[in-house]
């Protein structure tokens, strides 16, 4: 049962490109999150998804779309990538709102 | 507007000691809250987590102790042993908002041999 897993683990973008990060759980769950760890900081809510085929905006969503085409898979994309939007990326699903979050290995993203 | 924060930023404590770590909150309407560890390189790991209707809940050598009426968490480690270093979160929610999930800024815990 491998949980939420997340891909790439690792990337370097110049400033402007765009890419994609990929979350894929296999335990059913409905809800997925996606969000930004920056240094001393806690976790920061960008978008969120309550089932397949719905997003919604967290807490800092500008710079960055999502989607849930399938409700196993949760996208996040950076169609213009800032020097800000350097990060590490964690994905995250829980089986309902109120119940515990689980979350991925993260994505160490550089924007140079 | 809703912040959870940490009282200490770094704790340290000798192996085989219990350690406290404290989070204090600010929203009065938070009634779930969540206590996660952070190794390095790894993403949170989900350790306790307690309702408003409850003050105290036990795991596997922790206890989280929720005190409503001055809006402070506790988690304490008993026999605190090397592999507990780590970064420490609470995260609290309103279970009957739209509001997610907020953590706060983290403590770091340091065991020493």
């Known amino acids: 049962n491998a949980g939420v897993t997340q891909t790439p683990k690792f990337r370097v973008l110049k400033t402007g490109q765009s890419m994609t990060l990929l979350c894929a759980q296999d335990?059913?769950?409905?809800?997925m999150y996606w969000y930004r760890q920056d240094p001393g900081m806690g976790l920061r809510l960008i978008h969120y998804?309550?089932?397949?085929?719905?997003?919604a905006k967290g807490e800092v969503p500008d710079g960055y779309n999502v989607s849930r085409l399938k409700k196993q898979n949760f996208l996040l994309g950076l169609e213009s990538a800032a020097p800000s939007q350097t990060s590490v990326y964690f994905c995250?699903?829980?089986?309902?709102?109120?119940?515990?979050?689980?979350f991925g290995s993260g994505t160490q993203l550089s924007v140079l | 507007g809703e912040s959870v924060g940490l009282h200490l930023p770094t704790l340290s404590v000798q192996e085989g000691d219990n350690s406290i770590i404290n989070c204090a909150y600010s929203?009065?309407?938070?009634?779930?809250f969540i206590w996660y560890k952070q190794e390095s390189g790894k993403g949170p790991q989900f350790i306790i987590d307690i309702r408003s209707n409850m003050d105290k809940r036990q795991g596997q050598r922790v206890t989280v102790l929720l005190n409503k009426t001055v809006k402070h968490l506790s988690l304490q480690i008993a026999a605190t042993q090397p592999g507990d270093s780590a970064v420490y979160f609470c995260a609290e929610k309103a279970e009957g908002s739209a509001r997610q999930l907020t953590f706060g800024s983290g403590t770091q815990l340091t065991v020493l041999p």
């Open positions: 998804s309550v089932g397949e085929g719905t997003t």
């Open positions: 995250a699903s829980s089986r309902t709102r109120t119940e515990k979050l689980f």
């Open positions: 335990m059913n769950h409905e809800y």
């Open positions: 929203n009065s309407a938070s009634d779930y």
